[in-house]
């Protein structure tokens, strides 16, 4: 499944072109909605949205919980877009398409991603319901040649050999730890490093103990693509995994982990996470001077 499929600088640039002519938001702050947590998007203030099927380039959304829908609106003082449905790379999408949007965004002025996500745990601190600030990732998929970037580099978005040593914003891990406190979820709270793997299956035994063994905190089957692409261009990215279940590492365990109860955690917890992505929002600072689009 190495895709040899490339996209243009003239497709995005299509893409960005057509949602600037049917809306009038010019969005700083890009948020990508986890399984689940497509919530996030009711939060945002006039409104305009728009399917993913009527956008130029856009893949289809195919998974349940992942809407399909393009939000674009204000929130506390930022101009955002919000993607109700992200692309997975398991539904067959390839790593170039699953990234489309971001470079669209890019496109169109956003210099700060907001990534979410649903993942298992694999660490007894990190409880279901817990939210992981992602210190850093470890992209399973990317370490054996399946990365977005691969195939000509498009230098009018960013370096042939991007470095991806410190792709999640401190200042915005320092913030989102600030903004729990102040919020009273700090316990609920803590950095971790979450992994890509390939999915759609959830993990056997023997891969959540691997898993566990090389550092891993928390699992999920989306995310470093997408940051790869941003960092690549330059974006600031900030990240949170919300646990939705323990991933077993002993032949004991009877519990088994599935979609539904990925997306049950997602609900619960919707609430508390829409309100630490608002605040902090509302108080990163946004260089208004910088045009991002290339
Ligand atoms: O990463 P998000 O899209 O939040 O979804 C996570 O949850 C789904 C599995 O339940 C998988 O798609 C996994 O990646
Ligand atoms: N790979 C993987 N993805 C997930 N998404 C939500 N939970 C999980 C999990 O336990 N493993």
């Given at each position: 499944m190495h895709s040899k499929e490339q996209i243009s600088h003239d497709e995005y640039q299509k893409a960005a072109d057509w949602l600037t002519s049917q809306t009038r938001h010019r969005p700083q702050v890009a948020i990508i909605c986890g399984s689940g947590?497509?919530?996030l998007a009711d939060t945002l203030k006039s409104q305009n949205s728009f399917a993913y099927?009527?956008?130029p380039g856009f893949p289809q959304s195919t998974v349940q919980g992942h809407a399909g829908?393009?939000?674009f609106g204000e929130?506390?003082?930022?101009t955002c877009v919000c993607m109700q449905g992200r692309f997975h790379?398991?539904?067959g999408h390839s790593l170039c398409k699953t990234t489309f949007p971001i470079r669209v965004f890019k496109l169109l002025g956003v210099e700060t991603l907001i990534v979410t996500n649903a993942a298992g745990s694999l660490v007894d601190g990190l409880h279901i319901g817990d939210i992981m600030i992602?210190?850093?990732h470890i992209n399973f998929p990317g370490l054996v040649g399946?990365?977005?970037l691969t195939g000509p580099n498009d230098d009018k978005f960013g370096p042939r050999f991007p470095a991806m040593s410190s792709c999640y914003d401190k200042g915005l891990r320092c913030l989102a730890m600030e903004v729990a406190k102040e919020l009273d979820v700090a316990g609920i709270m803590q950095e971790g490093v979450y992994a890509m793997v390939g999915g759609?299956?959830?993990e056997s035994i023997a891969e959540a103990r691997l898993l566990h063994c090389l550092g891993v905190d928390a699992v999920g089957m989306s995310t470093a693509p997408e940051v790869v692409v941003a960092t690549h261009c330059g974006m600031r990215v900030f990240g949170l995994s919300l646990i939705t279940n323990k991933v077993g590492k002993s032949y004991e365990d009877s519990d088994s982990v599935n979609h539904e109860g990925v997306l049950e955690v997602g609900r619960l917890r919707s609430d508390t996470v829409q309100k630490l992505v608002t605040e902090i929002i509302r108080r990163m600072e946004i260089n208004n001077n910088t045009n991002n689009a290339v």
């Open positions: 947590l497509g919530m099927s009527d956008i829908r393009l939000v929130l506390n003082g930022k790379m398991y539904e992602i210190k850093d399946f990365n977005p759609p299956n959830f």
